[in-house]
């Protein structure tokens, strides 16, 4: 076998919720294996089978194919309630996803929700506008290296000697930094840990050794990331992040298997951008137009319910995907919900401080007064009648602006448009 083809990295290419969740999906029915590597329960993937939606937000979007093994990677951060919630829901639906969960992956505890809310206030307009999951003081923590394992949970002893220091730690700052009040004591929340430990320890596991296994066998193995490239933690507009990399080159760290040949890179872009929470957004759409690219993409968070921002299509962002990524391949998402607007924005370059940017400045205050440059295309109209003749019949069959807004996209980021999604559901999909 190829390897491009038993290895798929799915990355988001923009502030994530580009629509990963159905791609990964339609992926993962050739998947033997699909990982997450990066992220928490900050992450919120929508994936419609058959007319029911499923919102996962821990578990590997795979696992709505049985065959799959879903495995969460070292470089996960886990709430084990959400965890244990999500997986109880689906089983509520007849799914009993095959799981593996490292045991090397860190654990969300209540003072790290509680740090979340703090820690905005803290930094007003340098917040990210966090999804408060507690992800950016559990991230910290393991760099700190008083970080809790899942492991630890199933240890009693080690688990009381490291909670003793996490404890005093993050109740110190919540209290004396951020001026809260907190009155969960560190016994109440050893007790509930480990009683979520013994629910988690038959998903408990190795994932490192597992996944090179399952290479070894030549299985398919699908990669799946959570968030975007533009809130990478390194690359990503700092400090408007999150608190790990979403990139691909962290699949070798996040799951501990390295990579070393070609795979499938994908990064999935919707034909517009959205972003929750707080960034400089060059291409932003305000009004009424905002409002209904907003409705008909239903472009509110998936973990937190919020309003999604919305704006034109930005290539000096999506140029950096493809370059930091290593993209192979790009999938488009959601042109159907531009369907009927007379013509479509596409920044290709932004000016600041009186210069034209081709690339994405490190430089916040650049950003902060980065204006688009946009090129404008005719736009499309797209009803769900033309669907089955346009995927039976391929790409030529497609409305003629489409047909140019995807060469002119790829002609402008150099990366090839594979997959172009026409829809939620899986069928609705053009592969080219
Ligand atoms: P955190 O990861 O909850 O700390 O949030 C940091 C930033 O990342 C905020 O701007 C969030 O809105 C954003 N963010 C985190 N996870 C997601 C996601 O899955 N989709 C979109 N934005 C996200």
Redesign the pocket.
């Known amino acids: 076998m190829n390897r491009e083809d038993q290895i798929t990295i799915i990355v988001g290419a923009q ?3 580009e629509g990963k969740g159905k791609i990964t999906d339609l992926f993962a029915e050739q998947a033997d294996v699909v990982v997450r590597f990066q ?1 928490g329960n ?3 993937h929508t994936i419609v089978v058959n007319g029911q939606t499923y919102k996962l937000h821990l578990v590997p979007s795979g696992v709505l194919y049985p065959k799959a093994t879903a495995m969460i990677g070292s470089g996960v951060v886990v709430d084990p309630r959400v965890l244990l919630d999500e997986l109880h829901s689906l089983e509520n639906r007849g799914i009993h996803p095959r799981l593996l969960v490292d045991e090397r992956a860190h654990v969300i505890l209540p003072y790290h929700i509680a740090m ?1 809310e703090g820690l905005t206030e803290f930094q007003g307009a340098l917040a ?6 507690g ?2 003081p559990v991230y910290a923590d393991k760099m700190y290296r008083h970080g809790i394992r899942l492991g630890d949970l199933v240890d009693p002893p080690l688990f009381h000697e490291k909670l003793e220091k996490a404890y005093a730690f993050n109740v110190g700052i919540l209290k004396n930094v951020f001026g809260k009040t907190w009155d969960v004591t560190a016994e109440a929340i050893e007790q509930e840990y480990l009683g979520f430990g013994q629910q988690l320890k038959p998903y408990l596991a190795d994932t490192s050794r597992e996944l090179l296994a399952a290479v070894k066998r030549g299985e398919r193995i699908l990669f799946e990331a ?2 975007g490239m533009s ?1 990478d933690v390194d690359h990503g507009m700092y400090p ?4 790990i990399h979403t990139t691909a080159g962290y699949v070798a760290c996040g799951t501990g298997v390295g990579l070393n040949s070609r795979a499938r890179i994908l990064g999935v872009a919707k034909a517009y951008v959205t972003r ?4 400089p957004f060059p291409t932003e759409i305000e009004g009424e137009l905002a409002h209904t690219i907003r409705e008909a993409g239903q472009e509110y968070g998936t ?1 937190t319910g919020r309003p999604r921002r919305v704006g034109w299509l930005d290539l000096v962002q999506l140029r950096q995907a493809v370059r930091v990524n290593g993209c192979t391949d790009i999938a488009i998402m959601k042109l159907d919900v531009l369907s009927g607007l007379p013509e479509i924005k596409v920044a290709v370059g932004y000016t600041a401080h009186g210069k034209r940017i081709d690339e994405m400045p490190a430089s916040l205050s650049l950003m902060r007064s980065a204006a688009p440059v946009y090129e404008t295309l005719e736009g499309w109209t797209l009803s769900r009648d033309q669907l089955n003749t346009i995927i039976a019949q391929g790409f030529q069959a497609l409305p003629g602006p489409i047909q140019q807004f995807v060469t002119f996209i790829e002609e402008r980021i150099g990366c090839r448009i594979s997959v172009i999604s026409l829809g939620p559901e899986r069928h609705e999909t053009l592969f080219r």
Do not use: E, F, P, Y
Not at 276 to 279: E, F, I, L, P, Q
């Open positions: 502030w994530g919720d992220g900050n992450a919120g979340d990210a506008g966090s999804t408060k999951r992800i950016a959570s968030q809130l408007h992040t999150t608190s929750v929470g707080v960034s973990t």
